[in-house]
């Protein structure tokens, strides 16, 4: 996290790849309905972008990744991260309703 209490990608792949991962019930959830392995999930976030910001969720503030599968399938996935233990969060995962993303970044009104 920054000094304005952002959530930085670095700190949350940094977890990541440490395995200081912990998953919701959701994210098990969202994951299986949209048959999402978590090895994919993970590769999603690595290589993914930030395309939202939630500074205000608690406990801790999180973002919105869009990533894709290892077959390039999209993937978003909403992160937070603890700084004080170091860990990041996996709050779920999904994969995106063109219906209601332009480009699989961008919200349509």
């Not at 999180?62 to 996935?77: E, M």
Request: negative net charge; glycine residues 6%; hydrophobic residues 40%.
């Amino acid at each position: 996290m920054n000094a304005k209490g952002q959530v930085e990608l670095a700190d949350i792949k940094e977890a990541i790849e440490v395995g200081k991962v912990r998953i919701t019930d959701h994210a098990y959830e969202e994951a299986n309905a949209d048959r999402l392995k978590f090895d994919e999930v993970y590769f999603s976030a690595l290589n993914g972008v930030v395309i939202e910001e939630y500074l205000d969720d608690s406990p801790y503030p999180s973002v919105l990744i869009f990533g894709q599968t290892f077959g390039g399938d999209p993937v978003h996935s909403v992160w937070a991260y603890n700084e004080k233990k170091q860990w990041t969060v996996l709050i779920t995962v999904y994969r995106p309703d063109p219906s209601r993303w332009i480009d699989c970044k961008v919200r349509k009104k």
